[in-house]
């Protein structure tokens, strides 16, 4: 392998790894893992010295044991310590008994296991720590990042996945693959099994969603414990840790169960540029309760904008991500967050897709429970300003998801549908847009046509599928995040995106998760009595769509210069003229549905993602 990048880990928050099986033909390949940048490779062998894990961890991301015939290793985020791991190294007879383990353990972590020659290396169902195998010199590598497969193989992006990524939305399965043909994503709910023989795998599934079933009443209390576990775990040792407070439910929940903790907080806040935008006003509200936080408030007209300095990312990303657009401002204030001793900075990223869900839930309600249905959809209708005839054709349409698919795949380049559509189906349509060429929209198509053969949605009901799919959709943009800001210095971590977390408010009834009448109804009755009646009455969220559209305005030369000796006009997939004219139009009415982000995200990750990555 080549020379590392600098980007390939800086210290804790950046674990990852690759996995192999105790034989010598792996620990041959493992070794051409082991070269290193700027920070040392690390090896956890198998008793017999030959390597097992081989990547970057600190001391405090990892937590190993043995007993007997069986190895467990638990990597990132999780309580659990030594002794509770050999314990239950101790009693384990089958590897599929590690479901269970799996399921029960609180934070975010890899579980990586070997017994009797064989490996079961698994990340989390939430999408956030994912696992990707492929066949290098013929054995079987498991690993955390897609690239570092990729790089062993020598292998370039393949161009069909490149086109699939500029549709927007990506949907799924699509959006759940390798952008390299030759590597393999293991499904977040599926763990990998490695033979004996260090050649055979196969993924055994290992999650499943709750049936939401719960009360509100009976299961907020199930979340609030969830939350205060996921925050305890990192929290627990002390310190100082950082807390976003942008006044929003999410994150104010966070910051008053990180002020029950030994931690000392430093709660961070961007008011925003519109003068409509009340952050800074609840945040204060929260800080009257807050006496031992420390409130960092800073100014507005500082912020990045969207699309900020676009042309100097430089991060080692194994996938393309629209999290780009917005890098420069998750990251900006962590240097002055480390500055003040934060370890950590924790978000209330998460709390969207999980305290609230789909109204997608509502096609089933509307014909298991149509009297209930009718009365909420009417509050929909109004809330949302859904037409009645979109409306009602949303809800005759009982197409299964593979048939959505398959149709979506003669409609990519017609307006978006109307959003009661949206809303009440499937998810959203995906769509190409102009600048996409003909044989770029031929492998899309082909793609989108086989996907749709074998495609089975995540859940039989359309509102969890759509809600499992957003919370993995927006896991995926976290994971790059944490990733960037772990290399700038302070790790991030995002508590409502736990897996205990995600599963305490599934289980709650979709008719009392979304409802027209109450905002966030879960969240607020699990924080009721840690936050003060006073935080839980705001029914608003800010949006950024000023700091979107005078960043497109401000930060035009940039994109103008990102189309210039475009890689993606290399390969023929995007007319560079088109994109190149667009950019000299910042205020196009188009531009403000963010229908650029797919194919800048595609374009900033080529250009960081050269064949001297690989050997």
Do not use: N
Not at 17 to 39: I, K, L, N, P
Not at 258 to 280: I, M
Not at 336 to 365: F, K, N, P, Q
Not at 534 to 557: E, F, N, S
């Amino acid at each position: 392998m080549t020379e590392s990048h600098e980007s390939a880990g800086t210290g804790p928050g950046d674990a990852h790894f690759a996995v192999f099986t105790d034989r010598e033909d792996a620990a041959a390949v493992a070794r051409s893992f082991t070269h290193s940048g700027t920070r040392e490779t690390r090896v956890l062998e198998h008793p017999s010295g030959r390597p097992w894990l081989v990547g970057q961890w600190d001391d405090q991301e990892i937590v190993t044991a043995r007993a007997g015939r069986t190895a467990l290793a638990v990597v990132g985020c999780c309580p659990v310590d030594a002794a509770q791991l050999e314990s239950r190294a101790g009693r384990l007879r089958d590897l599929a008994e590690l479901d269970a383990l799996a399921r029960s353990l609180p934070g975010s972590f890899h579980l990586v296991a070997a017994m009797d020659g064989r490996l079961r290396v698994q990340g989390t169902a939430s999408g956030l720590r994912l696992v990707f195998h492929a066949a290098v010199d013929g054995v079987r590598v498991a690993a955390t990042r897609a690239d570092v497969l990729a790089a062993a193989l020598g292998h370039d992006p393949d161009e069909e996945q490149l086109a699939v990524r500029l549709l927007w939305p990506v949907p799924y399965p699509l959006s759940e693959t390798s952008p390299w043909r030759a590597v393999t994503a293991v499904p977040p709910q599926d763990a990998l099994i490695v033979a004996a023989d260090g050649r055979t795998v196969r993924h055994t599934r290992w999650w499943t969603p709750p049936e939401p079933v719960r009360t509100l009443a009976d299961g907020a209390p199930v979340v609030r414990e969830a939350l205060a576990a996921a925050v305890d775990a990192r929290t627990r040792q002390g310190g100082v840790v950082s807390c976003d407070l942008s006044g929003g439910l999410d994150s104010t929940s966070i910051c008053f169960l990180a002020d029950r903790s030994p931690a000392k907080v430093v709660a961070s806040t961007w008011p925003g540029r519109d003068p409509a935008d009340t952050d800074l006003y609840w945040a204060e509200q929260a800080t009257k309760h807050l006496p031992d936080v420390e409130h960092v408030v800073w100014d507005a007209d500082a912020s990045p904008l969207v699309y900020d300095d676009l042309l100097g990312i430089d991060d080692l990303l194994d996938e393309p991500t629209i999290g780009v657009m917005d890098r420069s401002r998750v990251l900006h204030h962590l240097p002055a967050m480390a500055a003040r001793g934060s370890r950590l900075h924790l978000t209330g990223i998460g709390g969207d897709h999980v305290a609230w869900c789909s109204e997608a839930y509502y096609h089933r309600l509307a014909r298991t429970r149509p009297l209930f249905a009718l009365r909420q959809l009417r509050g929909f209708r109004a809330l949302w300003q859904w037409p009645l005839g979109a409306t009602v054709r949303a809800l005759a349409d009982s197409r299964p998801y593979g048939k959505c698919l398959a149709d979506a795949a003669g409609h990519l380049r017609e307006p978006l549908p109307a959003t009661a559509t949206t809303s009440l189906g499937w998810g959203m349509p995906p769509r190409l847009f102009d600048w996409v060429t003909p044989d770029a929209e031929h492998m899309v198509r082909r793609a989108l046509r086989e996907a749709a053969s074998t495609a089975t949605p995540l859940h039989p009901d359309r509102g969890l599928h759509t809600d499992l799919e957003q919370i993995r959709s927006c896991t995926r943009i976290i994971r790059q995040w944490d990733r960037m800001a772990a290399r700038a210095g302070v790790p991030m971590a995002s508590p409502f995106l736990d897996d205990r977390v995600i599963e305490a408010c599934l289980a709650i009834r979709p008719d009392e998760r979304v409802t027209p009448w109450a905002y966030k109804p879960v969240l607020t009755a699990a924080m009721r009595g840690i936050v003060p009646e006073t935080c839980l009455r705001r029914t608003t969220k800010a949006a950024a769509a000023m700091d979107a559209a005078d960043g497109l305005r401000r930060h035009r030369a940039d994109l103008l210069a990102l189309w210039e000796d475009s890689r993606l006009e290399r390969l023929g997939l995007v007319d560079g003229d088109a994109l190149r004219h667009l950019a000299q139009r910042p205020s196009a009415p188009g531009l403000r549905d963010a229908i650029l982000y797919s194919t800048i995200a595609a374009e900033v990750w080529l250009r960081g993602s050269s064949p001297a990555r690989a050997h």
